[in-house]
């Protein structure tokens, strides 16, 4: 699958670079008309097509994300208590 997302790698093949031009042709022609969208009953075109699918894009990579769990960081402090190991001068 093709990352689309801005600042994606460049593609280095040629059949990668056909697989956008297809793909950008059949956004194209998408947004030339009224479509619905996982059996929705709002019709989607053009601009507000747009922000339809950045927002599905959005959702899709902040689930795919691995967010690291916050750390616990405890410190105990030192006690100090007169054994055989302690130097009295």
Do not use: F
């Given at each position: 699958?093709?990352?689309?997302?801005?600042?994606?790698?460049?593609?280095e093949t040629a059949d990668e670079?056909?697989?956008?031009?297809?793909?950008?042709?059949?956004?194209?022609?998408?947004?030339?008309?009224?479509?619905?969208?996982?059996?929705?009953?709002?019709?989607?075109?053009?601009?507000?097509?747009?922000?339809?699918?950045?927002?599905?894009?959005?959702?899709?990579?902040?689930?795919?994300?691995?967010?690291?769990e916050p750390r616990r960081v405890?410190?105990?402090?030192?006690?100090?208590t007169k054994g055989k190991n302690?130097?009295?001068?």
């Open positions: 699958m093709i990352d689309h997302r801005p600042g994606a790698e460049v593609p670079l056909a697989a956008l031009r297809r793909d950008a042709a059949r956004y194209r022609w998408l947004r030339d008309r009224a479509v619905r969208l996982q059996g929705s009953d709002v019709w989607w075109q053009g601009g507000c097509l747009d922000l339809r699918v950045d927002t599905g894009l959005n959702h899709i990579h902040a689930e795919c994300t691995v967010e690291p405890t410190r105990n402090a030192r006690k100090l302690q130097h009295h001068d």
